[in-house]
């Protein structure tokens, strides 16, 4: 049985242990510069579960900072660290986050002023802006020989994480950091992500053991061509590189009927020049161009020319043929030098001890719902929290769910071509069935291969309804080969029993 660090379900309906902000931000506007977005403890707007509260983001383009203190400091040694705690954005979400941040334990900590720059050790959660859909999970690794700290971003999740912005349900965050130096990002208890701190984090917590010498140069003299033009070849004499890429076919004849004084375009004779056409203004009036009517029936009008056809004695610009390079000697790269900055921690895990659970975030949307915030160091307690609470919403929210109809409906208006997949499913075997009924009198046997092993022959009288056409009655011969099970050996007379 594990222990949790921090637990918190907003069920008092206060925001008692929770500590807003009253700093300002240093490197920003004055008007913006302080954490005045406001916080509340309420119900969501469109709550399934009647009393369930939790802490909402109430402003909109406003800097929000709260956080609380922990019964007592995580430190990292044999046990993981789970967080959970869940998001509803009520009213989508444009430009904004709704991530946590484990502030480190420090003896200057001071939860009044948390702020943006307040050291923090894991930074976990949802965020986006625009289409880009992220899901963090950072942690602050020490270098251990400078003592100072680099964010280490964890690699991109697979999964498409754009639903969980959109559909305005509550969902469960989950961040899992093992002793192994495994992780792994849930999102509704369903792994969205995972690696390990060793190598799938950018950039990587050691850095390369050796680095390209800053001070090393390449030669002047130094060959990197693969190939070079070969300096022994000469140009053919009878090389022409005057000849034209293409010219006038000789064999060709002017078509019959061709009209040579006639022009392509000639004014429209329909035309009839403006009234308000001032010559000293506009220039002599021309009456606009037309297609010939003379050149509809003939070949062509105007001077007939020869066409053009690639030139068989084209060679174009000569230019000597590439050779191998026998100077090559490759790509040029500085040298490799011990890295004096490398060091070797294979055991990233042990990050820095946290005391405290903040949320720091801006956000151009307001009404972002948290609850059942909870930090442990065993993942089967975490599972039982994450039922009693946020398994009680999916239940809630998902009873409230419309009908199959109108998921196809709503499903059709984000994605058009659905409607090709229903008419192709559900209009085409409608059709075939309404030409199978309006055939006449039909006999047809089919045999259906029951899982028990049963055959069974069956006849049935069936009236089909045409469009537009009188009732035709007809029979279907179903047949279908009963081999009997041994508990119906003692049935008779199947076939009178499903008359």
């Given at each position: 049985?594990?222990e ?16 807003v902000?009253?700093?300002k ?7 913006i510069?302080?954490y005045?977005?406001?916080?509340a403890?309420?119900e969501m ?30 430190t ?8 959970q705690?869940?998001?509803n954005?009520?009213?989508?979400i444009?430009c ?8 480190t334990?420090?003896?200057?900590l001071?939860l009044?002023?948390?702020v943006?720059k ?6 976990f959660?949802?965020d986006k802006c ?7 999970f950072i942690f602050r690794h020490?270098?251990?020989?400078t003592?100072?700290f680099?964010?280490k971003h964890?690699?991109k999740?697979d ?23 495994t992780?792994?990002?849930?999102v509704?208890?369903t ?6 701190l060793?190598?799938?984090m950018?950039p990587?917590?050691n850095?390369?053991?050796e680095i390209?010498?800053?001070d ?5 003299d130094w060959?990197e ?10 140009k053919?004499?009878d090389?022409?590189e005057d000849a034209?890429a ?5 064999d ?15 004014g ?6 403006p ?14 161009q037309v297609p ?12 007939w020319?020869?066409p ?7 060679k ?30 294979l055991?990233?895990y042990?990050m820095?001890?946290f005391?405290?659970v903040?949320?720091?975030l801006w956000s151009?949307?307001?009404?972002i719902f ?6 442990t160091?065993?993942?089967?307690t ?18 409230a ?12 208006e ?13 209009a ?16 047809a046997t ?6 028990a ?10 009236f ?9 009655h ?11 099970h041994k508990t119906?050996?003692?049935r008779?007379?199947i ?5």
């Amino acid at each position: 049985m594990g222990e949790h660090f921090f637990a918190e379900s907003f069920d008092r309906g206060t925001l008692d242990g929770w500590v807003v902000s009253s700093a300002k931000k240093d490197d920003a506007d004055e008007e913006i510069a302080k954490y005045d977005g406001k916080w509340a403890v309420e119900e969501m707007k469109d709550s399934k579960l009647p009393g369930d509260k939790g802490l909402v983001l109430k402003s909109r383009a406003k800097h929000h900072a709260i956080s609380a203190q922990l019964l007592r400091p995580f430190t990292f040694d044999s046990t993981p660290l789970i967080i959970q705690y869940e998001v509803n954005f009520q009213s989508g979400i444009d430009c904004g986050g709704a991530y946590v941040k484990l502030l480190t334990q420090t003896p200057e900590l001071n939860l009044d002023q948390f702020v943006d720059k307040t050291p923090y050790t894991i930074m976990f959660g949802p965020d986006k802006c625009g289409e880009d859909y992220k899901l963090h999970f950072i942690f602050r690794h020490q270098n251990p020989k400078t003592g100072e700290f680099e964010e280490k971003h964890a690699k991109k999740p697979d999964a498409d994480l754009r639903t969980y912005y959109t559909d305005k349900k509550t969902h469960l965050y989950t961040l899992v950091v093992n002793p192994d130096n495994t992780f792994e990002v849930l999102v509704d208890q369903t792994v969205v992500n995972s690696g390990s701190l060793l190598t799938d984090m950018t950039p990587p917590v050691n850095p390369p053991a050796e680095i390209e010498d800053p001070d090393d140069h390449k030669p002047e003299d130094w060959d990197e061509r693969p190939k070079i033009q070969d300096p022994d070849a000469a140009k053919p004499e009878d090389w022409d590189e005057d000849a034209p890429a293409q010219i006038p076919d000789e064999d060709a004849v002017k078509p019959d009927g061709w009209l040579d004084d006639e022009p392509e375009y000639t004014g429209d004779p329909d035309a009839v020049k403006p009234e308000d056409w001032d010559e000293d203004m506009d220039g002599e009036w021309e009456a606009p161009q037309v297609p010939n009517p003379a050149c509809e029936t003939a070949p062509g009008c105007g001077e007939w020319k020869r066409p053009m056809i690639d030139n068989p004695n084209y060679k174009g610009k000569w230019k000597p043929p590439m050779i191998d390079n026998p100077n090559y000697q490759g790509v040029w790269k500085p040298r490799k030098i011990p890295n004096p900055a490398f060091f070797e921690d294979l055991h990233p895990y042990k990050m820095t001890p946290f005391s405290a659970v903040g949320l720091e975030l801006w956000s151009m949307t307001s009404d972002i719902f948290f609850d059942n915030f909870f930090i442990t160091n065993d993942r089967n307690t975490a599972e039982r929290w994450a039922t009693d609470g946020w398994g009680l919403k999916k239940a809630a929210e998902g009873a409230a769910e419309p009908g199959l109809a109108t998921q196809m409906l709503n499903a059709a208006e984000e994605r058009p071509w659905l409607w090709v997949v229903y008419v192709l499913t559900v209009a085409l075997p409608l059709v075939l069935i309404i030409v199978f009924c309006c055939t006449g009198k039909v006999t047809a046997t089919h045999t259906h291969r029951v899982r028990a092993g049963l055959k069974i022959h069956v006849i049935l009288p069936i009236f089909c309804l045409c469009l537009s056409l009188p009732h035709v009655h007809f029979n279907l011969q179903i047949t279908v080969d009963l081999q009997m099970h041994k508990t119906l050996n003692n049935r008779q007379n199947i076939g009178q029993m499903l008359e």
